[in-house]
Nanobody
Framework: QVQLVESGGGSVEAGGSLRLSCAAS?????MAWFRQAPGKEREGVAA????????FYGDSVKGRFAISRDNAKNLVYLQMNSLKPEDTGMYYC????????????????????WGQGTQVTVSS
């Protein structure tokens, strides 16, 4: 059982940047970030394969967010730039035990483990 702990959330003005981190208690294969705004469904933001050869992004964050990982430290990051008020929400880290395929990289059901989330608030 892998434990995931997110950090790095906070409040920022529109146009600003934040970097989220997710620490895993052990080795993970595919990893991802999801977010959920109040009253909305959880959506996939970004995902990355275990060897970091491929990354996947939701349409709303392409060109602004970047996912990366440090396998030696069991960490995954989400660099968020040019933040907008609509990026506000709870951000969750997720991981799976097996290889990530593009068709399901941003689907909730793909992932086996979830963190508790970190709040991101972007003001206009």
């Amino acid at each position: 059982q892998v434990q995931l702990v997110e950090s790095g959330g906070g409040s920022v003005e529109a146009g600003g940047s934040l970097r989220l981190s997710c620490a895993a208690s052990g080795y993970t294969n595919g990893m991802a970030w999801f977010r959920q705004a109040p009253g909305k469904e959880r959506e996939g933001v970004a995902a990355i394969r275990s060897d970091a050869t491929s990354t996947f992004y939701g349409d709303s964050v392409k060109g602004r967010f970047a996912i990366s990982r440090d396998n030696a430290k069991n960490l995954v990051y989400l660099q968020m730039n040019s933040l907008k008020p609509e990026d506000t929400g709870m951000y969750y880290c997720a991981a799976r035990d097996s290889w990530l395929i593009s068709a399901s990289a941003l689907r909730e059901g793909t992932y086996d483990y979830w963190g508790q989330g970190t709040q991101v608030t972007v003001s206009s």
